[in-house]
Each structure stands twice: as C-alpha cells, then as structure tokens.
C-alpha cells in the first residue's frame, strides 16, 4: 500500500534551515513526481515545490532561492532542503504522491520558524 512518512521537522530559529525528508512505499517511486506541501494554522494547504520522476523542479514564489526538492531514488525518499527560513514558513508540511489517479498524503511535520 502507498505510504508516505515525512520527518525532519521541528523549531529553528529565523534564517536558520530544514531538511525535511519523506520516504514512500507501496509504489514505484522512480515514476512519479512527488510534491511537499504545508498547511498554516487557518489557511488553505498549498504547494511549495514539486519535483517530477525526471528531476524537473518546480517551486511557489515564497520559497523560490530558499528551497531545493530532490529524491534519491534508490532510497525512495524526497527531500525539502529549507534555507533562510521566516516565520512565514510556519506550517505543517505534507509529502504528497499522485499515484494511478489518487492522491496520496503523509502524516505531516511541523516547521516552526521562531526565536
């Protein structure tokens, strides 16, 4: 069964940095993008980047010179390397796979960007 578990969250402190990771199962992970997104408290899930089975990177204009996605397939895993993090960046992040038409969601971890 398709299964993604994100990890690497927790509180930095302004312009401080992130790695979050995601490792999946259940698919093939080489031929599908995957994505990570976030959720703030009292708003909409939304996208930060995105990255295709070819490596194709896609990023929001918020994280656009700060973030970096990338996947080691041969571990299954996508990552969300997070520079120069602002309170901006608050929010539960969620790795996401689209996979034979569904969608696919981790249990989320919490970045808290704070001093």
């Known amino acids: 069964q398709v299964q993604l578990v994100e990890s690497g969250g927790g509180l930095v402190q302004p312009g401080g940095s992130l790695r979050l990771s995601c490792a999946a199962s259940?698919?093939?992970?080489?031929?599908?993008?995957m994505s990570w997104y976030r959720q703030a408290p009292g708003k909409e899930r939304e996208l930060v980047a995105r990255?295709?089975?070819?490596?194709?990177?896609t990023y929001v204009d918020p994280v656009k010179g700060r973030f970096t996605i990338s996947r080691d397939n041969a571990k299954n895993t996508v990552y969300l390397q997070m520079n120069s993090l602002t309170p901006e960046d608050t929010a539960v992040y969620y790795c996401?796979?689209?996979?034979?038409?569904?969608?696919?969601w981790g249990q989320g971890t919490q970045v808290t960007v704070s001093s």
């Open positions: 990255i295709s089975a070819g490596r194709f990177t």
């Open positions: 996401n796979s689209r996979v034979w038409a569904n969608d696919y």
């Open positions: 259940g698919f093939t992970f080489s031929n599908y993008p």
